[in-house]
């Protein structure tokens, strides 16, 4: 008897010890109360560059945001995007790459068909013969002869520009294409942009290669041209962790120099969390160099992180996302100018994930959200970076 009573006292103390903090308020913005921003002083410069571009001061402002499947899908960067282009305009096009030739399940970014064997290189294959940088994919040609086929879609507007982020091998990138005029600039050591400009717009673009030259793409963009606004450039990679985005980019320093972002976001550590065998002290380490080629390569570019999102997948939570999530704010706690918004810790911390599938912002997998959950997400990001500037402007 006295055992049941002991036991039947301490039910309600582990309910409350162990149910997330989720409400009502945590599904709408401007009623979510929670300081999800650490080190939101370190966005000053941010605020301040923004506020010229609105002025016409600047020209643009560009953001990098990195991250996996989460970023890959593009509906949580896309609200950002979306958010702030709205407010300061849409500047030139960012560099993306086309996932839905290696993807059917991926968002069709561009109007895009292949001939020819191409391969995909991912930074979850490890370090590969093919040199991988920023956008954590390529894709390369191993036929003699391929094309890439750009036809207009009835959305889209005819092709007047399309550019190609590309490795550079003996200075030369053998391509080919009729009525286009075609110029090759090497901006960095391994790393170049071919442009391909037409006199005519033309619904209808066929790009001819030969290996000769063993091209590796890492993204392209089409009808770019200088615009004040936004610039915003997502490089997503499925599956991927904070590991593999330190240690298989090779190129990840020297193409974040070509790019130059006025704020680079990082948003990794779901794929992390299920490694059971998560080495806690050498991914600190890594972090922490890894910040630090970033903080030399380019000084001026504000840092910040997002936490990995409460997850889980085929009905099991990963052990480690606590310690990723850890790991990452320990490494913004101690580094001043770096910034954190915690979206675990917003969604409603550890277990917060089944309240989110109740209400329908998830998809099937309980991994993955769907446009609805992307959508709320970005507008909780832009809530609290709204925020921030409003209390650094006091």
Same mark, same amino acid.
């Given at each position: ?168 091998? %003996? !200075? $030369?990138?053998?391509? #080919?294409?009729?009525?286009?005029? +075609?110029?090759? *600039?090497?901006? /960095?050591?391994?790393?170049? &942009? ?76 779901? %794929? !992390? $969390?299920?490694?059971? #065998?998560?080495?806690?002290?050498? +991914?600190?380490? *890594?972090?922490? /160099?890894?910040?630090?080629? &970033? ?100």
């Amino acid at each position: 008897m006295k055992f049941s009573l002991y036991f039947i006292l301490l039910i309600p103390f582990f309910t409350v010890a162990c149910s997330p903090q989720v409400t009502d308020e945590t599904f709408i913005p401007e009623k979510n109360e929670i300081d999800t921003l650490m080190h939101s002083y370190a966005l000053q410069d941010v605020y301040y560059q923004l506020d010229l571009l609105k002025e016409n001061k600047r020209n643009s402002f560009t953001v990098m945001h990195i991250g996996d499947s989460h970023i890959e899908i593009g509906q949580f960067s896309g609200e950002i995007k979306k958010q702030l282009s709205e407010e300061y305009g849409k500047g030139q096009v960012g560099w993306e790459f086309p996932y839905q030739l290696f993807n059917p399940q991926s968002m069709k970014v561009f109007p895009l068909e292949v001939k020819g064997n191409w391969k995909r290189a991912s930074i979850k294959q490890g370090k590969t013969s093919i040199p991988l940088g920023a956008t954590g994919l390529a894709f390369y040609l191993e036929d003699s002869l391929g094309e890439l086929h750009f036809k207009k879609r009835i959305k889209d507007d005819s092709f007047v520009k399309i550019e190609f982020l590309h490795y550079i091998n %003996n !200075d $030369s990138f053998s391509l #080919s294409c009729e009525n286009a005029k +075609i110029n090759t *600039q090497k901006v /960095s050591p391994n790393t170049a &942009i071919t442009t391909l400009t037409f006199d005519k717009p033309s619904d209808d673009i066929v790009v001819k290669f030969d290996n000769t030259s063993k091209p590796i793409i890492y993204a392209l963009r089409i009808n770019s041209n200088e615009a004040k606004g936004i610039t915003y450039h997502k490089f997503g990679v499925a599956g991927s962790t904070l590991d593999q985005f330190i240690n298989n980019t090779v190129l990840f320093q020297e193409q974040l120099s070509v790019i130059k972002p006025d704020l680079l976001i990082i948003s990794l550590g779901t %794929n !992390d $969390s299920y490694i059971d #065998s998560l080495n806690v002290p050498r +991914i600190s380490r *890594q972090l922490t /160099s890894f910040v630090n080629e &970033i903080h030399k390569t380019v000084p001026k570019t504000t840092l910040l992180f997002t936490t990995a999102p409460d997850t889980k997948y085929q009905n099991r939570r990963p052990q480690r996302i606590t310690e990723i999530n850890t790991i990452i704010r320990n490494q913004v706690q101690k580094d001043n100018s770096l910034i954190l918004w915690d979206l675990n810790r917003v969604m409603g911390g550890d277990n917060s994930m089944e309240a989110w599938c109740k209400r329908l912002y998830v998809n099937s997998d309980s991994l993955h959200f769907n446009p609805r959950g992307y959508k709320l997400q970005g507008q909780l990001f832009m809530q609290a970076f709204n925020k921030a500037k409003k209390i650094n402007r006091k």
